[in-house]
């Protein structure tokens, strides 16, 4: 069933016009991309950690609205969580914290889960672990 404001509820529809976290970070401990060979969405994430802890995430994203919009919900999500507590959060995890996605745009949490391992993995590297 489509909603009045088209496929994606209101959770996902404030994250796409108010998206927390966009942009670049100066200094980033870690930066991940992941990207869909299918649509072209391609999402950067940086993370800034103390102490094995995420104190700050940006996001760039070139993509649909639910790619922006899990974008910006992942940066919220792994806020505050040790690295190893980020590396838990699932695509489903983040599409259900959306209020869910259309089912021709669950890809875009799936691309939002690869990041955040991307930039662990990053961090984790130039640590030297």
């Known amino acids: 069933m489509v909603e009045e404001a088209g496929p994606y509820n209101q959770v996902v529809m404030d994250h796409l016009k108010h998206p ?3 942009g670049e970070m100066e200094n980033p401990d870690g ?8 649509c072209g969405d391609t ?6 950690v103390e102490t094995g802890r995420i ?7 070139f993509g649909c609205g639910a ?9 919220e999500m792994i806020k505050g969580k040790t690295t190893e507590e980020a590396l838990l959060i699932s695509d489903q995890m ?7 996605l259309p089912p021709s745009k669950v890809h875009c ?11 662990v993995s990053d961090y984790q590297k130039r640590r030297g672990g």
């Open 67 to 75: 790619a922006i919009a899990s974008s910006s919900m992942t940066t």
């Open 31 to 38: 930066v991940g991309e992941a990207q869909n060979p299918v």
């Open 94 to 100: 983040i599409a259900d914290a959306l209020g869910g």
């Open 43 to 48: 999402m950067r994430l940086s993370i800034k």
């Open 20 to 22: 927390r976290n966009r």
């Open 109 to 119: 949490s799936v691309l939002a889960e690869k990041a955040i391992r991307a930039a």
């Open 55 to 61: 104190i700050d995430a940006k996001f760039l994203t």
